[in-house]
């Protein structure tokens, strides 16, 4: 296997093309905004996570959807400057490909409003049976839910790892089964379980189930549970220019580091650190940083 030196990811799910504007305050009344930058960049939680694990030296398939509109050449050619290898992304004729539109204020936060064609065809009946073969790790998402859970039990047949980024509340609950390692969002982890105080969300959560489960909550670092006991595992500290795509960095990283066989505690470190990278440059995707830039976060921490 060769993990080690050079991880075989494949990530499912969504890609999008995210227009970015920096502006001094965040949006709250229906006026016009002036924006101070803009930057045009990739996105989406799959498409993301991809482009992470390139960046942190993994070789990549991407399993999505795009129509066969004008953005969806350049989407494509994106992420192949990035090394990722595009021939499952699938171009769907009369269909059009998600973009989204995002706000980003001088402390890094972000609005999104974002469009996927609600018609663009879910099947999966095309997606090879044996991608978990030829992958040392696998990467699956909630916003394509039927790739989910067509590719994350090949994953378990193949005894690798696998990723769900739960950041949101799925739409088939049985998908959380299927991955060795779920990773919430604060609010899909509150949502799922009614449970405000994220530890013992998680921990609720955990009751029961053999697979685990994991948190993040941005500069407040992530949880997971290990043996029944909630373990907490701090951010770095970074001054934050933009969070765009930080979530889908921490997925990919944590992807990358359990396809190394790296222990749970430092691969949420490794995790960690890449997301707390990925926020200090403005851009979205542009910012996801290289593996030899997180292990030095790592050796100076």
């Given amino acids: 296997m060769n993990a080690t030196s050079n991880p075989r990811i494949v990530c499912a799910g969504i890609t999008t093309l995210d227009f970015i504007y920096a502006v001094d305050v965040m949006p709250s009344e229906p006026l016009k905004y002036r924006s101070n930058a803009m930057v045009t960049s990739g996105g989406g939680l799959a498409g993301n996570a991809a482009t992470a694990c390139a960046r942190l030296g993994a070789s990549v398939r991407l399993v999505a959807r795009l129509g066969d509109d004008f953005w969806a050449d350049p989407m494509i050619a994106e992420l192949e400057r990035d090394g990722v290898d595009c021939t499952l992304v699938r171009r769907c004729p009369g269909h059009r490909s998600p973009v989204s539109a995002v706000v980003v204020d001088p ?8 469009y996927s064609d609600p018609d663009i065809p879910s099947d999966t009946g095309w997606i090879p049976a044996d991608l978990a073969t030829q992958a040392d ?10 790739a989910a859970l067509a590719v994350l039990p090949q994953a378990r047949a193949a005894g690798i790892p696998s990723v769900l980024d739960a950041d949101r509340k ?23 379980t009614g449970i405000d105080d994220l530890p013992a969300a998680l ?6 189930i053999a697979n685990v489960y994991l948190v993040t909550d941005g500069a407040n670092g992530a949880w997971y549970m290990d043996g029944g006991e909630v373990v907490h595992v701090p951010a770095f500290p970074v ?39 990925k926020c200090t440059e403005f851009g979205g995707r542009k910012g996801m940083p290289t593996r030899p830039r997180v292990e030095a976060l790592l050796a100076a921490a």
């Fill in 203 to 208: 921990a609720h959560a955990s009751t029961g």
């Fill in 170 to 192: 799925p739409t088939r609950p049985e998908v959380l089964a299927l991955a060795s390692h779920v990773g919430f969002s604060a609010p899909a982890l509150r949502e799922f």
């Fill in 137 to 146: 790790a696998l990467y699956a998402e909630t916003r394509w839910i039927e």
């Fill in 107 to 114: 402390k890094g936060e972000r609005l999104v409003v974002s």
């Fill in 239 to 277: 001054t934050s220019v933009d969070t765009l795509g930080a979530g889908d960095t921490w997925h990919g990283a944590l992807a990358v580091a359990l396809a190394g066989r790296q222990p749970l505690e430092r691969a949420v470190r490794f995790a960690n650190a890449a997301a707390a990278l």
